[in-house]
């Protein structure tokens, strides 16, 4: 069975930094697409950063840019978003997600992601 386990939310003031940690189990696809995506109170959910398994390419929103930098572990397992100079829109719950999907269907994001964590909370304050 598939697990994913997000670890690192929490409070941090506007302009500062956060990491987030997603451990997985149960993966065992040879091409999986994992990334993260958030929701905030009263909001769609939407996606924040994506990188596929093998190749280890990635793509962000616009919104993020410059800001958070996702990375992953394969031999651990784990996924990553550093969070960089964080604004008070960013908050949301956070949650990292996983779906078996080609290299080219992951990165432009015509991809319905099958797999998630249970969340973890973001707040940044002004």
């Known amino acids: 069975q598939v697990q994913l386990t997000e670890f690192g939310g929490g409070s941090v003031q506007a302009g500062g930094s956060l990491r987030l940690s997603c451990i997985g189990s149960g993966l065992t696809y040879s091409e999986v697409c994992i990334g993260w995506f958030r929701q905030a109170e009263g909001k769609e959910r939407e996606g924040v950063a994506r990188i596929t398994d093998i190749g280890g390419r990635s793509s962000l929103a616009d919104s993020v840019q410059n800001r958070f930098t996702i990375s992953r572990d394969n031999a651990q397992n784990e996924l990553y978003l550093r969070m960089d100079n964080v604004k008070p829109e960013d908050t949301a719950k956070y949650y990292c997600?996983?779906?078996?999907?080609?290299?080219?269907?992951?990165?432009?994001?015509?991809?319905?992601?099958?797999?998630w964590g249970q969340g973890a909370q973001v707040t940044v304050s002004s």
């Open positions: 997600a996983a779906v078996a999907t080609s290299e080219r269907n992951c990165l432009l994001g015509s991809v319905a992601f099958k797999y």
